[in-house]
């Protein structure tokens, strides 16, 4: 896959990619991420990329001739038909299903803006899509951009060492991981679950299922409404929940009765 990167700090990207499984991704050919600085667009002696925003108020606005000859230089250098999306917290909220979109396509270009934004007509002209990587104001796009290389990335074939890290998990699809444990057997006092040290391997799976199910329920709840979990999962869902009413029955019981000898509550 061959992506690129619209940025005034090109450093940023470039620097961030060397490390880990997407380095070396990139050092073995499998994804390929390049920049094009607006700077290089300019021909005033300034090199000026911002301007004082129309209808007055703090900050600067990216102006528009730079900007979209950047994006037009990069898109020159895509398959046909790669999708520009620009990353901005108005956009459509990036969730899983939007990375494996993006990670079936062959090019990829990116617009990370800075200052206030850019001039809405940049959007409207070198834009096809916008993208949020989050409900809060990050001071650049390059951030968001660099999320979504790194969410893309791992899906692509051959990317995760072990072709299982993304696909043998697909009966988690959708849920919050199960926690992880590693040597020491006890650390600071504190065991490794036993079920992982059976050796039992359908056991650990159904724990680990349930683990997650578990947490997804209490810290996500969101996640789970309309979920189309698989029949195993859907029937370890309904026994944790019946325990989890159960605890809150017994709390209220416990309650209720300390309420019937007059203690407050
Ligand atoms: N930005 N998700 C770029 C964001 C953002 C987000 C703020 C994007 C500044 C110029 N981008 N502008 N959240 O906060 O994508």
């Not at 090199?47 to 037009?72: C, F, Q, S």
């Not at 990587?133 to 060492?161: H, K, Q």
Request: proline residues 7%; hydrophobic residues 40%; glycine residues 10%.
């Amino acid at each position: 896959m061959k992506i690129e990167v619209v940025t005034l700090f090109p450093r940023m990207i470039a620097g961030t990619l060397e490390f880990g499984v997407i380095g070396r991704a990139i050092a073995r050919g499998l994804l390929s991420v390049s920049t094009e600085d607006p700077r290089a667009h300019t021909s005033d002696v300034h090199r000026t990329v911002d301007d004082r925003p129309y209808g007055g108020g703090p900050g600067m606005v990216m102006k528009p001739e730079p900007l979209l000859a950047a994006i037009r230089t990069a898109h020159a250098r895509l398959p046909p038909g790669s999708p520009r999306v620009y990353l901005s917290a108005q956009g459509v909220p990036l969730g899983q299903r939007e990375a494996q979109e993006l990670a079936g396509l062959p090019g990829l270009l990116l617009i990370a803006g800075r200052y206030e934004g850019v001039d809405e007509r940049v959007i409207e002209l070198g834009a096809d899509r916008e993208l949020s990587i989050g409900d809060y104001v990050l001071s650049g796009g390059e951030l968001p951009a660099l999320t979504v290389i790194d969410a893309v990335a791992r899906l692509l074939p051959g990317v995760l060492g072990d072709e299982r890290s993304s696909v043998e998990e697909s009966f988690v699809q959708g849920l919050l991981d199960w926690p992880h444990y590693t040597r020491p057997e006890i650390f600071e006092g504190k065991a490794v679950p036993a079920v992982l040290l059976s050796g039992d391997h359908a056991d650990i799976r159904r724990w680990r299922l349930e683990q997650a199910l578990a947490r997804t329920a209490a810290r996500r709840p969101e996640l789970l409404r309309g979920a189309q979990l698989p029949d195993e999962a859907q029937r370890l869902l309904e026994k944790i929940q019946t325990r989890g009413s159960a605890r809150a029955d017994a709390a209220a019981a416990v309650a209720a009765s300390s309420d019937d000898r007059g203690e407050r509550k």
